[in-house]
């Protein structure tokens, strides 16, 4: 079965066009401006998550790569490749642990969430007076 040469990281470009559309900005510029906000915000969570989804991914990808590389057909193992294999195992399952925790309860978050419409900066219209009615009298 032949590999893609380019990994796939579809849970963490999913989780940044929701964020997106969430803010209605890029997410460097989201990410930018959850830096510069000294309080923690929902902003600085879901970028903050964000990364740390994308990181897991890597992490996946790189472990992944490397498993691939220690178990070639071409190659002997020995007793020193067959731990470097054990370790990447543990580390592809860790990280796929944390994608999908990650992705889960990021998703959960945005889920939840709806984007506001911009307020509106019109002044209120003056309330309307209903017009006095015409009142007649007799004279005599």
């Known amino acids: 079965m032949p ?12 989780v940044a066009q929701r964020i997106e559309a969430l803010y209605g900005q890029p997410l460097a510029d989201l990410k930018a401006l959850a830096d510069a906000t000294p309080d923690t915000t929902l902003l600085a969570a879901l970028t903050g998550n964000h990364s740390d989804l994308a ?8 472990q992944l790569q490397r498993l691939r590389e220690l178990s070639a057909p071409d190659r ?4 020193f490749d067959a731990g470097h294999i054990l370790d990447c195992a543990r580390r592809i399952a860790e990280s796929v642990a944390t994608r999908d925790a990650y992705a889960k309860s990021t998703n959960a978050v945005l889920g939840g969430l709806r984007r506001r419409s911009a307020p509106d900066t019109r002044p209120p219209a003056p309330p ?12 005599r």
Not at 8 to 13: D, K, L, P, R
Not at 76 to 79: A, C, Q, V
Not at 128 to 138: E, G, K, N
Request: aromatic share 2%; hydrophobic share 35%; glycine share 2%.
């Open 55 to 62: 990181l897991a991914e890597r992490n996946i990808a790189f």
């Open 3 to 14: 590999q893609p040469d380019t990994p796939s990281h579809t849970a963490s470009q999913l």
């Open 128 to 139: 309307v007076l209903a017009a006095p009615t015409a009142t007649t009298s007799r004279t």
């Open 76 to 79: 002997e193992i020995g007793p």
